[in-house]
């Protein structure tokens, strides 16, 4: 299995970015799919997550900013990320859940079978 994800950058606060990952060797419509980011010195945690069926949730800091979406038919999923703001600054990780249901997507990082390798995004104030 192999998740690659690409699009992070150098962006200005108030800016947009779009991340994709790249999902391959798996059955991509029976796995939940969330995106995580890290900050230099603080925990990984979740920003959004998807489920099989499209089901979306959001962490409170990014609501109204961030979108995740997928394309089970390109095996991608998607985080657009609009209004960003210079705390937004981490490396973002695609990670996949095996997923039993159409609305169910996992809260914990232990419950994610499979981590892409990260892409930096830098928002500059």
């Known amino acids: 299995v192999l998740l690659v994800e690409s699009g992070g950058g150098l962006v200005q606060a108030g800016g947009s970015l779009r991340l994709s990952c790249a999902a391959s060797?798996?059955?991509?419509?029976?796995?939940?799919m969330g995106w995580y980011r890290q900050a230099p010195g603080k925990e990984r945690e979740l920003v959004a997550r998807?489920?099989?069926?499209?089901?979306?949730y959001y962490t409170e800091s990014v609501k109204g900013r961030f979108t995740i979406s997928r394309d089970n038919v390109k095996n991608m999923v998607y985080l657009q990320m609009n209004s960003l703001k210079p705390e937004d600054t981490a490396v973002y990780y695609c990670a996949a859940a095996y997923s039993g249901t159409y609305y169910w997507s996992p809260r914990n990082m232990q419950e994610y079978d499979y981590w892409g390798q990260g892409t930096q995004v830098t928002v500059s104030s």
């Open positions: 060797g798996l059955t991509f419509g029976s796995y939940a």
């Open positions: 998807i489920s099989r069926g499209g089901t979306t």
